[in-house]
DNA sequence: TTCATAGTTCGATCGTAACCGAAGCATCGC
DNA sequence: GCGATGCTTCGGTTACGATCGAACTATGAA
């Protein structure tokens, strides 16, 4: 069979554990070294070097240099969303690198999905729009409503500038620890950056969990209360 | 990084090109024997056979035994949405086995993802119901409509009995060789299955490729005409 | 029973790719 | 200029896994 796009090389890419990790770590949005990214890879830099070729040829990756530095980043969305995919498949099949439990509690509990904002809090956010009205869930998509785009006008966010981008407003991403959606798009942007621009959470430095503080978690229960 | 799901796993299993290839062959949505499996991977039934093995452990595959023979189909429908969802990636960033071209112009016209319509008439099939206001598309996802439901039990399609799957009744499915959406979920397939058995088309033997009659074709297309 | 077909398991070979040490560039700070 | 840091390239080793021939198991047909 001779029909189609080329599967198996992009599998071959994923495959590797290190570049694997890699790409995993990449998934946090946030530009790495390769220095550090052989670090999450667990390998020595000569090696990372030489996978971040490979993956930046076959274009998943993209880097900028900066003075001696060379930072790596996700190519495009597109790429995320792949990953994030097949973490979220990953997980259904219960592919674990460690059993389930409660491992990495602030991972679960808040964490970034290359721009916006996953785990519980992510997967609370979006239930508590839907439930509000300002979302509407339509199949597998998401629309905000005229209710939705009032109350986040409300608070800071200008939603007729967001629909200006032609990336779409609203996506529902699978949350692999929660295997529930959560919201992403650039509404899921928009609102995790007004999040960290309030100092209600910030990131941390080497992970990709979010730590709310004490008056931000406060703030954010309670404008995305849930039912009960 | 020891944390989130084993994506190198996975990325792994689909990694191999004889893997890939079974795989993509098996998105075609019938079953197929070890034997047939290794005619479309190019390689021996003793190296399929251990490929299949590894597949059916990594939970991408199931089998059913039928008398001496070993039928393989794909574990289910995630495992078709995810490897589509990777065919569609992948075509996006030119990673073709071929140069693009018409190569396969049967394929690209209409072929079968899974157990639902895709390609040209798939793609055609969607953008004339969107039209014609049948289906809603909303963010990313799609809604029937009360017109929709009446016009599709006008020419035989029983909506309320698709319902009570737990399948979604809309998905929207990227299609790799025309790069837009068409229609999957339980209603796509309940729509590919009253062309076959009104005798429209017919699936063709070794490939995925849907053949319509000519007088198939014309219904089809007087059935879902498109904007000019 | 015997033969044929479908598939798996075993054993051995072979290629490829991951890996690291060492050397080579490039950029910064001094 | 110098040395230090960040990263890549080169060379050689090693290990894993894809592959196939051959032997083995299971189902069916005669």
Redesign the pocket.
């Known amino acids: 069979m001779k029909e189609g796009p080329d599967i198996a090389q992009i599998g071959?890419?994923i495959?590797?554990?290190?570049?694997a990790n890699m790409l995993a770590a990449l998934t946090g949005g946030r530009a790495l070294?390769?220095?550090?990214?052989?670090g999450v890879?667990?390998?020595?830099?000569?090696?990372?070097?030489?996978?971040?070729?490979?993956l930046?040829a076959g274009g998943l990756l993209a880097?900028r240099?900066?003075?001696?530095?060379?930072?790596?980043t996700l190519a495009d969305e597109a790429v995320a969303r792949l990953i994030e995919n097949m973490m979220g498949f990953a997980a259904g099949r219960g592919h674990l690198r460690h059993r389930p439990g409660p491992k990495e509690p602030a991972l679960r509990k808040a964490r970034i999905c290359y721009d916006h904002l996953a785990g519980d809090y992510g997967v609370r956010m979006l239930d508590s729009l839907i439930a509000s009205g300002a979302i509407e869930a339509v199949g597998e998509g998401l629309a905000l409503t005229e209710k939705g785009e009032s109350d986040l006008a409300r608070i800071g966010i200008d939603v007729g500038n967001l629909r200006s981008s032609r990336r779409p407003l609203c996506r529902s991403c699978l949350d692999w620890s929660e295997r529930r959606a959560h919201l992403a798009g650039s509404l899921g942007k928009a609102l995790l950056s007004s999040f960290l621009d309030r100092g209600w959470a910030r990131r941390t430095a080497e992970s990709r969990s979010i730590l709310f503080t004490p008056e931000g978690d406060r703030q954010f229960l309670r404008l995305f209360p849930v039912e009960v």
């Open positions: 071959a890419l495959g590797d554990p290190a570049r070294t390769a220095t550090e990214l052989a890879g667990g390998i020595t830099v000569q090696t990372a070097s030489t996978h971040l070729a490979k930046e880097q240099k900066q003075g001696r530095h060379r930072y790596f």
